[in-house]
């Protein structure tokens, strides 16, 4: 049975049992449940914001934490509840994954709370894409991350006579020198979404912006079986031989935590790793650098965090509306986005309070947005849908490890994206 059947009989079998037409379970309007991933340190002093900002408008906050990072756990649990006739109020998800929800008819229409806190006016296209599904508002985007950084120990730069790497070459040049120096050169959690984490920018940087939309948004085959994309597993495997022995399986934030405590010199990582250096108590400029990826300046991979909220009955609405209109709230967005370690996803808002990483994360997607060179993250669901994001995550994971060539990759790439459509 299709995954729509089986859900739209699974909710209907759960209202008819409780009687509650039109809604799957009762739950007190002044109370919202809400599935996400944000466990790290970082994460959840972000989330402790938006936690905060309900509570004080009288609606309590049920926390449903999946651990697990990019989200890939949390999604399992999401379908789960779903298809027990048990949604959540709401849930993070990101990019093709909404569409996928709306599709099932599943999300809460919020033209209204939109409309009223002129999100159409505010939000930028490339985010509306996601957050709207046949022109309705079914989804509210809290910030927009992106994937295309590097975050560097600066102490070990300064050591070593190090600045800012400016293209691949000048990235190679800067891992040798710190591995020659006997430090871990790259910090990194060897972990499907990680891997496909710095996929993005070696797509990019290899590439640039028309090769990444033509290979990770259009699919083309061409491109994807290309000998670019076989650059590109070059350089994935090159990216390999500076890791440490124990990188497989480890958590994202404990990767950026070997930046932090200058165990290693440099991460790959979107900017939430921003986030885990101002828990940590440092401070851009001064403990931590913030680069683009080499070679990638001008363009941004973006991942956008947003909170769709499922149809749980009428007394939810209530709560549904003010969770939404809090998170579109312009003085909310700078206080969860200067500790998130995203850009606001509202054009309204003013950078002052960011810091210069803040700053310059705003910046970049504005002149993306203006340039046409702000792409959705592969690796982060705003690239392509799930089915084809987790089958890139396979061959890009397995060549990580070694388990194809390049050219092997570059082959099993363009049949397992074909096999996944
Ligand atoms: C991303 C998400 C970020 C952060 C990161 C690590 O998918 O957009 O907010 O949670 O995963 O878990």
């Given at each position: 049975m299709k995954f729509a059947n089986l859900l739209t009989a699974a909710l209907m079998a759960s209202a008819a049992s409780l009687g509650i037409a039109g809604s799957a379970s009762a739950q007190s309007n002044e109370e919202v449940q809400v599935l996400h991933w944000w466990t790290s340190g970082g994460e959840a002093k972000a989330l402790s914001t938006l936690k905060d900002k309900l509570q004080g408008e009288g609606v309590a906050w049920v926390d449903v934490p999946v651990a697990g990072g990019g989200g890939e756990g949390a999604m399992t649990v999401l379908r789960s509840r779903v298809t027990a006739g048990d949604?959540?109020?709401?849930?993070?998800?990101?990019?093709?994954?909404?569409?996928?929800?709306?599709?099932?008819?599943?999300?809460?229409?919020?033209?209204?709370?939109?409309?009223?806190?002129?999100?159409?006016?505010?939000?930028?296209?490339?985010?509306?894409?996601?957050?709207?599904?046949?022109?309705?508002?079914?989804?509210?985007?809290?910030?927009?991350?992106?994937?295309?950084?590097?975050?560097?120990?600066?102490?070990?730069?300064?050591?070593?006579?190090?600045?800012?790497?400016?293209?691949?070459?000048?990235?190679?040049?800067?891992?040798?020198?710190?591995?020659?120096?006997?430090?871990?050169?790259?910090?990194?959690?060897?972990?499907?979404?990680?891997?496909?984490?710095?996929?993005?920018?070696?797509?990019?940087?290899?590439?640039?912006?028309?090769?990444?939309?033509?290979?990770?948004?259009?699919?083309?085959?061409?491109?994807?079986?290309?000998?670019?994309?076989?650059?590109?597993?070059?350089?994935?495997?090159?990216?390999?031989?500076?890791?440490?022995?124990?990188?497989?399986?480890?958590?994202?934030?404990?990767?950026?935590?070997?930046?932090?405590?200058?165990?290693?010199?440099?991460?790959?990582?979107?900017?939430?790793?921003?986030?885990?250096?101002?828990?940590?108590?440092?401070?851009?400029?001064?403990?931590?650098?913030?680069?683009?990826?080499?070679?990638?300046?001008?363009?941004?991979?973006f991942n956008t965090d947003q909170f769709a909220m499922f149809q749980v009955g009428e007394n939810a609405q209530d709560a549904q509306s003010k969770l939404a209109a809090a998170i579109e709230d312009p003085a909310f967005q700078v206080s969860f986005n200067t500790i998130k370690g995203s850009a606001p996803t509202r054009t309204d808002v003013s950078d002052e309070a960011f810091d210069a990483c803040g700053k310059k994360a705003i910046a970049d997607v504005k002149e993306a947005a203006e340039k046409g060179t702000l792409l959705g993250s592969l690796a982060h669901g705003h690239a392509a849908r799930a089915a084809v994001k987790n089958a890139m995550y396979d061959v890009v994971t397995a060549a990580f490890n070694g388990d194809y060539t390049p050219e092997q990759a570059t082959q099993e790439l363009v049949t397992a994206v074909a096999g996944a459509q």
């Amino acid at each position: 049975m299709k995954f729509a059947n089986l859900l739209t009989a699974a909710l209907m079998a759960s209202a008819a049992s409780l009687g509650i037409a039109g809604s799957a379970s009762a739950q007190s309007n002044e109370e919202v449940q809400v599935l996400h991933w944000w466990t790290s340190g970082g994460e959840a002093k972000a989330l402790s914001t938006l936690k905060d900002k309900l509570q004080g408008e009288g609606v309590a906050w049920v926390d449903v934490p999946v651990a697990g990072g990019g989200g890939e756990g949390a999604m399992t649990v999401l379908r789960s509840r779903v298809t027990a006739g048990d949604p959540p109020t709401a849930s993070q998800m990101l990019g093709f994954d909404i569409q996928d929800w709306a599709e099932q008819g599943v999300l809460a229409n919020l033209n209204d709370v939109a409309a009223a806190g002129g999100w159409d006016a505010a939000i930028p296209e490339a985010i509306q894409k996601f957050s709207k599904y046949e022109g309705e508002w079914v989804a509210a985007p809290v910030n927009i991350h992106s994937t295309n950084w590097i975050w560097v120990n600066k102490a070990m730069f300064d050591e070593l006579g190090l600045s800012e790497p400016k293209d691949w070459d000048g990235l190679i040049a800067a891992l040798d020198k710190i591995k020659a120096a006997g430090k871990t050169a790259l910090a990194h959690g060897g972990q499907p979404w990680q891997d496909a984490t710095i996929f993005d920018s070696v797509v990019m940087t290899t590439g640039g912006p028309d090769f990444y939309q033509k290979s990770m948004i259009d699919l083309d085959p061409e491109a994807l079986g290309s000998d670019t994309m076989k650059t590109v597993f070059e350089r994935m495997a090159k990216l390999r031989t500076y890791v440490d022995d124990n990188f497989s399986g480890r958590d994202w934030n404990l990767a950026t935590a070997m930046v932090i405590n200058g165990e290693a010199g440099v991460q790959i990582m979107g900017d939430w790793a921003k986030g885990e250096f101002l828990n940590a108590g440092k401070q851009p400029g001064t403990d931590f650098l913030c680069y683009r990826f080499p070679g990638t300046q001008g363009t941004v991979t973006f991942n956008t965090d947003q909170f769709a909220m499922f149809q749980v009955g009428e007394n939810a609405q209530d709560a549904q509306s003010k969770l939404a209109a809090a998170i579109e709230d312009p003085a909310f967005q700078v206080s969860f986005n200067t500790i998130k370690g995203s850009a606001p996803t509202r054009t309204d808002v003013s950078d002052e309070a960011f810091d210069a990483c803040g700053k310059k994360a705003i910046a970049d997607v504005k002149e993306a947005a203006e340039k046409g060179t702000l792409l959705g993250s592969l690796a982060h669901g705003h690239a392509a849908r799930a089915a084809v994001k987790n089958a890139m995550y396979d061959v890009v994971t397995a060549a990580f490890n070694g388990d194809y060539t390049p050219e092997q990759a570059t082959q099993e790439l363009v049949t397992a994206v074909a096999g996944a459509q």
